[in-house]
T-cell receptor, first 116, second 114 residues
Framework: EAGVAQSPRYKIIEKRQSVAFWCNPI?????LYWYQQILGQGPKLLIQ????????DSQLPKDRFSAERLKGVDSTLKIQPAKLEDSAVYLC??????????????FGPGTRLTVL | AQKITQTQPGMFVQEKEAVTLDCTYD???????LFWYKQPSSGEMIFLIY??????QNATEGRYSLNFQKARKSANLVISASQLGDSAMYFC???????????FGKGNQVVVIP
């Protein structure tokens, strides 16, 4: 079974530029998550989708971050404009359902963003 | 709000020895789940083990076992017979099934030495 795919793996941009990340979840997984992981910390949830609807975006800085999952499969996360403090690893995860007690999230390899 | 605490400094472990990683959590909820993930230098978060709050037995997955003490709100990970490939960051995480948000601790660094 293929895992969660993400691209690009690495991205370097200058502040105030825009950047987009792509995620393809495990086939059949209804729920997709984007996390931000700053160096030395655990991942922090940015947004959660169930199919193509947003379940939780309470921690997404909506003035500069946006995300979509139009057909309920792939997702893109965009930052516009980027700030220095956005330098982090952006992890995508997916899970089968959100309501079962054994609903495990499986993560992709992440995109390491450096903002100069 | 959920809070996960992992306070151990970086650990060096001799190959083939066991290592215990501490995790405590703070919640007033009754229904929740606890996870441990491994993050090697490549960056991917690898699921290791899960424990439900109502599970009476401690979870085990191969060389990984979870020492779940509900009254003390601790969920320590035990890795038996350490291997060089176990060198990584280890994250404890909790999900509250009311909002399905997974909250992570800050992680424990483990280095296995031959």
């Amino acid at each position: 079974e293929a895992g969660v795919a993400q691209s690009p793996r690495y991205k370097i941009i200058e502040k105030r530029q825009s950047v987009a990340f792509w995620c393809n979840p495990i086939s059949g997984h209804a729920t997709l998550y984007w996390y931000q992981q700053i160096l030395g910390q655990g991942p922090k949830l940015l947004i959660q989708f169930q199919n193509n609807g947003v379940v939780d975006d309470s921690q997404l800085p909506k003035d500069r971050f946006s995300a979509e999952r139009l057909k309920g499969v792939d997702s893109t996360l965009k930052i516009q404009p980027a700030k220095l403090e956005d330098s982090a690893v952006y992890l995508c995860a997916s899970s089968l359902l959100t309501v079962t007690r054994t609903d495990t999230q499986y993560f992709g390899p992440g995109t390491r963003l450096t903002v100069l | 709000a959920q809070k996960i605490t992992q306070t151990q400094p970086g650990m060096f472990v001799q190959e083939k020895e066991a290592v215990t990683l501490d995790c405590t959590y703070d919640t007033s909820d009754q229904s929740y789940g606890l996870f441990w993930y491994k993050q090697p230098s490549s960056g991917e978060m690898i699921f290791l083990i899960y424990q439900g709050s109502y599970d009476e037995q401690n979870a085990t997955e191969g060389r990984y076992s979870l020492n779940f003490q509900k009254a003390r709100k601790s969920a320590n990970l035990v890795i038996s017979a350490s291997q060089l490939g176990d060198s990584a960051m280890y994250f404890c995480a909790m999900i509250y099934y009311g909002n399905n948000r997974l909250a992570f601790g800050k992680g424990n660094q483990v280095v296995v030495i031959p």
